[in-house]
T-cell receptor, first 115, second 110 residues
Framework: GAVVSQHPSWVICKSGTSVKIECRSLDFQATTMFWYRQFPKQSLMLMATSNEGSKATYEQGVEKDKFLINHASLTLSTLTVTSAHPEDSSFYIC???????????FGPGTRLLVL | DAKTTQPPSMDCAEGRAANLPCNHSTISGNEYVYWYRQIHSQGPQYIIHGLKNNETNEMASLIITEDRKSSTLILPHATLRDTAVYYCIVSTGRWGKLQFGAGTQVVVTP
């Protein structure tokens, strides 16, 4: 149990386009999901907290208009990178918290390359 | 800033126990100790967590000192597939943010 999936697993796009990444909890409901970003040879950095049915909470320095988060159901959160630029190239990872319990489970990640 | 301190790297022989230390001297009473690991180019994998008592599951054991200021993750019989970056994180539980530090790069050698 406690499986989190992400789609796509990797994406290449042109500069200026928008990219949507999906995060799904496959076998449990997640009121709260988290989005992280990881640059090469660095640790994970929390970008935002996504709550079902409400606006996401962004960490300091993360542009909410650039990284749009929608958490429309208890099993799906989406991250849209708008007007992507090469510096947005990174490994994007989501996590979801079990409603009954104290643990977050992570997705496999989405590798984004902006040309 | 991360609330934990871990050694940057450790080597371990295959088949031997791996003991990974973590200091969290400023841990609060309602914060859990979590351990995750990240194998190259994958999402972090949950290993174990605890509040006060020692914990054991099919992957590892977690030993938390009585004052809760440090803990040790024990991989009882390390395999080559245990090579990964191991992160020790303190957090308030399922709604709490996970702040990742640099972790410990564990390399298991034959």
């Amino acid at each position: 149990g406690a499986v989190v999936s992400q789609h796509p697993s990797w994406v290449i796009c042109k500069s200026g386009t928008s990219v949507k990444i999906e995060c799904r909890s496959l076998d449990f409901q997640a009121t709260t999901m988290f989005w992280y970003r990881q640059f090469p040879k660095q640790s994970l950095m929390l970008m935002a907290t996504s709550n079902e049915g409400s606006k996401a909470t962004y960490e300091q320095g993360v542009e909410k208009d650039k990284f749009l988060i929608n958490h429309a159901s208890l099993t799906l959160s989406t991250l849209t990178v708008t007007s992507a630029h090469p510096e947005d190239s990174s490994f994007y990872i989501c996590s979801a918290g079990l409603q009954a319990g104290e643990t977050q489970y992570f997705g496999p990640g989405t590798r984004l390359l902006v040309l | 800033d991360a609330k934990t301190t871990q050694p940057p790297s450790m080597d371990c022989a295959e088949g031997r126990a791996a003991n990974l230390p973590c200091n969290h001297s400023t841990i609060s009473g309602n914060e859990y100790v979590y351990w995750y690991r990240q194998i190259h180019s994958q999402g972090p994998q949950y290993i174990i967590h605890g509040l006060k008592n020692n914990e054991t599951n099919e992957m590892a054991s977690l030993i938390i000192t009585e004052d809760r200021k440090s803990s040790t993750l024990i991989l009882p019989h390390a395999t080559l597939r245990d090579t990964a970056v191991y992160y020790c994180i303190v957090s308030t539980g399922r709604w709490g943010k996970l702040q990742f530090g640099a972790g410990t790069q564990v390399v298991v050698t034959p």
